[in-house]
């Protein structure tokens, strides 16, 4: 989408929104209700229009213009609204207008608002682009993209406006990348492919690379490859390196969990809904975007992304329930379930960011397990964390950004569940507390690193549709991290 700003100025044609604060109609929203004859305040009154956060009313062809439709946008009480309602406020413009091929929209902040005006309008625009998403590449016959491919947003400032957009712009880029992995099928984003991705990211300065299996092996990583020995696609895994500040500070570093299709192994999943694991490797697409939207916007920190990229498929080479694995760290893992296998990858992941790196703290996300659905939804992804500074921050930035966790417990009574007599401990804990039993099975591969786990089932795939994604991959964690760096971890 060509998003641009500009002065604020009155079309003499097409689609224009404009902005209703929650004490009525603007400047320019005033002079546009006098051009139509008052039309706007009458549409208002008798449609009840209350000017609330995330409403619309759109007028067709008001009459004193040449203008095809003007749409009212609620801004909602100017002392309430966070960032992230303007964000919806932008889809809900751009879905209003989705048909038509340009829009204009006159944003004109209501005195006394919250935020400042140019975040606002900044905010505003990046829920238009994030709207104009669409996955439609295999699509032949109807490819069923928006018309709407031209937005001017028109404000005060468009200067300082555009300079807030930037960074956001680039985050936007981030979330679609993650997005188009998650929504890629499995025949195309195997673990090779993936890995190709994620080097094109070294166009942007981040330095990129991918282990190889045997480069696995020398370190030990039995864990991992257990699970994609069933494979006729390699097993990979990529590191990603963005140093944005001086050498001497210790990175920041998150690991993503990256199953490119994952049938359960031996223990093969039912076939109804297998078409979504797909999208399993959610925690690597994050990863993935986050490294790009921290080196678009040039992030001042350093960060270390590892994804851990494998198939779960059965067959004569796969790994069996009860075969026995020795992990990169030595600890050796019975495995009794080989569709808990997200896990196996993330130990050896965990293990090699915090023997190598030697990282402030890691945070690692995955689509782990279906029990975080029961617990929470599709509103929530499940924290996990040995750390209540990192427990903080991470809900702060989840709040800040509308990608919320929710801390659930670890404790050594669940610890116990992971115990077996055949070996240092098992990938299952049985059928009670399973995103906790799994979380506690990737605490023993953090060495006391401050960590946190983020079970993001319930939030990566099949999420609802929101005004700023229709899509099935929400491309979630890319968002809630890049806010997590950006308030904590810079400078």
């Not at 605490?443 to 099949?462: E, S």
Request: charged share 20%; aromatic share 6%; with cysteine.
């Amino acid at each position: 989408m060509n998003l641009t700003f500009s002065a604020l100025k009155i079309p003499t044609s097409g689609t224009l929104g404009i902005t209703v604060g929650d004490k009525g109609l603007g400047t320019l929203g005033k002079k546009l209700n006098k051009m139509t004859g008052g039309a706007l305040e009458r549409a208002m009154k008798n449609s009840g229009f209350k000017a609330v956060s995330k409403s619309s009313l759109t007028v067709l062809e008001p009459s004193g213009t040449k203008l095809g439709k003007i749409i009212l946008i609620g801004m909602g009480r100017s002392s309430a609204v966070k960032s992230h309602d303007l964000e919806l406020l932008g889809g809900k413009f751009a879905a209003a207008c989705e048909k038509d091929k340009t829009a204009t929209v006159l944003f004109e902040t209501p005195e006394g608002y919250a935020l400042k005006s140019d975040e606002a309008a900044a905010r505003f625009a990046l829920g238009v682009l994030l709207r104009s998403y669409r996955f439609n590449k295999y699509k032949t016959v109807k490819k069923n993209a928006p018309v709407l491919n031209k937005v001017t947003v028109g404000v005060s400032n468009p200067t300082s406006v555009k300079k807030a957009y930037t960074p956001l712009k680039g985050l936007a880029a981030g979330m679609m990348t993650a997005r188009d992995l998650v929504n890629e099928p499995a025949n195309v984003l195997h673990p090779t492919e993936f890995a190709k991705r994620a080097n094109n990211l070294t166009k942007l300065g981040v330095t990129v690379e991918v282990l190889t299996e045997a480069q696995m092996k020398r370190l030990g990583m039995g864990a991992l490859l257990g699970v994609g020995q069933g494979s006729v696609q390699p097993s990979k895994m990529v590191v990603m390196q963005w140093k944005g500040a001086a050498k001497t500070k210790k990175p920041v570093a998150f690991v993503g969990k990256g199953v490119c299709f994952d049938t359960g192994g031996i223990s093969i999943k039912p076939s109804a809904g297998m078409e979504d694991m797909r999208g399993d490797m959610g925690g690597a697409a994050a990863v993935t975007g986050l490294m790009e939207a921290l080196a678009r916007r040039k992030a001042k920190a350093n960060v270390v992304g590892v994804i851990g990229l494998v198939e779960n498929m059965p067959s004569g080479d796969a790994q069996r329930p009860g075969d026995i694995v020795t992990s990169m760290s030595g600890q050796t893992i019975e495995v009794l379930n080989t569709d808990a296998e997200g896990r196996l990858v993330l130990a050896d992941a965990l293990w090699y960011t915090q023997q190598r790196f030697k990282p402030q703290f890691m945070i690692d996300l995955a689509t782990l397990t279906g029990a975080i659905l029961v617990a929470l939804g599709q509103e929530y992804a499940g924290l996990f964390t040995n750390n209540d500074k990192i427990a903080e921050r991470l809900t702060q930035a989840g709040e800040a950004e509308d990608e919320k966790v929710w801390r659930m417990p670890l404790h050594e009574k669940f610890d116990k569940m992971i115990d077996t007599p055949n070996a240092d401990m098992k990938n299952i804990g049985g059928r009670y507390a399973g995103s906790t039993t799994a979380a506690q099975f990737l605490q023993r591969f953090t060495n006391k690193v401050p960590w946190a786990h983020l079970d993001i089932a319930g939030t990566a795939m099949g999420s609802p549709k929101t005004p700023t994604s229709q899509s099935w991959a929400s491309g979630y964690g890319v968002k809630l991290l890049n806010r997590f760096v950006q308030d904590f971890y810079e400078g």
